[in-house]
């Protein structure tokens, strides 16, 4: 007769005290240089990493950090990222290469969110190694969603982040416990993505997972996206921060005209949005709203590229964009 209990795997994380809880924290989140040796070793390795989990659990956040320069635009606002952003670095002999996704929507079934699942559900596949990000302590259904979509044979770490939240980590224990029973994760990293000795860390622990072959990339370059892509996500990003939140997530920025002369960018973009109200919001008062968002974007534009820019920013309405699987697409949406 069984007790009903189901037997322990190797890989069973759930600490059964509070003082083995304790330990494995303490050991989780020392720091620990990176694993990979300082002179290289025979072959070079390189692998595909994917960053998935629900909105706002701090993906891009963590891509930014890992690759040490921003690529991936966050804000407060849940569906900040819309596309599938590839960042990588080079350590020692070892070249990771992330790829951040989109957040899974469950919210709305439009053509935009259905774009938005399709690039989720492509990046998982193929990958080495898969970080399932979730807010420490917290899982609902929005992130079980995102856990059902990872295919079983991948191996994934489930990276508890803002654990700068956390104050009792007592309760810890239970959670970690039941999220073992979710998915047969490899390791357990208790983090925030805000910290660089964190971030640090976390090459270690994904080094092991990267299969030996050679580099897909140079080892100086951080992403694949062009810079004119980089600057539709900068105004998006500054439309996003500087906009309350009755301004619909479904508005979208294109480029229409991107030049280089030397050191000098032209830049013309347009902001779409849905209605007419949506075009007052973004204009604001006397057209100080879209100033400040050009002002910004401008800013940010001139330390990426190293020189000037020049930026013009229009704002047009599209009624219903995000329901048109064709505008979706002709928007630049996979
Ligand atoms: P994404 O939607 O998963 O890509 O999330 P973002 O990277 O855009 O981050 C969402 C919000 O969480 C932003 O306001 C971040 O500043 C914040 N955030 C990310 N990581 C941490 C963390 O480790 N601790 C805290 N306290 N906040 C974080
Ligand atoms: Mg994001």
């Given amino acids: 007769m069984t007790d009903g209990k189901k037997a322990p795997t190797p890989t069973d994380l759930s600490p059964q005290t509070p003082d083995a809880l304790e330990a494995m924290l303490t050991q989780a989140m020392s720091t620990r240089a990176s694993n990979a040796p300082a002179v290289p070793t025979v072959g070079q390795r390189c692998g595909l990493i994917a960053i998935v989990g629900k909105p706002n659990v701090g993906k891009s956040t963590l891509l930014n950090a890992l690759v040490g320069q921003k690529i991936s635009i966050t804000s407060r606002k849940a569906q900040t990222t819309r596309h599938r952003i590839t960042g990588m670095r080079t350590v020692g002999p070892t070249q990771y290469v992330f790829v951040d996704t989109p957040g899974f929507q469950t919210r709305h079934s439009n053509a935009l969110n259905r774009s938005l699942n399709r690039t989720v559900v492509g990046a998982v596949n193929d990958v080495d190694l898969i970080v399932f990000?979730?807010?420490?302590?917290?899982?609902?259904?929005?992130?079980?969603?995102?856990?059902s979509l990872l295919p079983a044979n991948t191996p994934a770490i489930l990276l508890a982040n803002k654990f700068d939240l956390i104050h009792r980590r007592a309760e810890i224990a239970p959670w970690l416990?039941?999220?073992?029973?979710?998915?047969?994760?490899?390791?357990?990293?208790?983090?925030?993505?805000?910290?660089?000795?964190?971030?640090?860390?976390?090459?270690?622990?994904?080094?092991?997972?990267?299969?030996?072959?050679?580099?897909?990339?140079?080892?100086d370059e951080l992403t694949d996206r062009s810079d004119r892509f980089m600057a539709a996500e900068?105004?998006?990003?500054?439309?996003?921060?500087?906009?309350?939140?009755?301004?619909?997530?479904?508005?979208t920025v294109i480029i229409d005209k991107y030049?280089?002369?030397?050191?000098?960018?032209?830049?013309?973009?347009t902001i779409v949005?849905?209605?007419?109200?949506?075009?007052?919001?973004?204009?604001?008062?006397?057209?100080e709203k879209l100033k400040r968002i050009g002002t910004e974007a401008r800013h940010e534009?001139?330390?990426?590229?190293?020189?000037?820019v020049f930026l013009e920013i229009w704002v047009k309405v599209r009624s219903g964009w995000a329901d048109d699987d064709a505008r979706v697409k002709t928007f630049g949406y996979e």
Wanted: hydrophobic residues 35%; proline residues 4%.
């Fill in 133 to 147: 990000v979730v807010e420490a302590g917290q899982f609902n259904q929005a992130d079980a969603k995102v856990l």
């Fill in 177 to 219: 416990k039941e999220m073992q029973e979710r998915h047969n994760f490899a390791e357990f990293v208790p983090m925030s993505a805000n910290n660089a000795r964190d971030v640090e860390r976390l090459f270690g622990i994904c080094d092991k997972y990267l299969p030996e072959q050679p580099w897909m990339y140079g080892a």
């Fill in 301 to 308: 534009l001139e330390t990426l590229t190293g020189g000037k």
């Fill in 273 to 287: 949005v849905e209605r007419d109200g949506h075009k007052g919001m973004i204009i604001g008062e006397k057209g």
């Fill in 234 to 251: 900068i105004i998006r990003e500054k439309l996003f921060r500087l906009t309350g939140d009755e301004l619909p997530y479904t508005s």
């Fill in 259 to 269: 030049e280089e002369e030397g050191n000098l960018r032209r830049v013309a973009a």
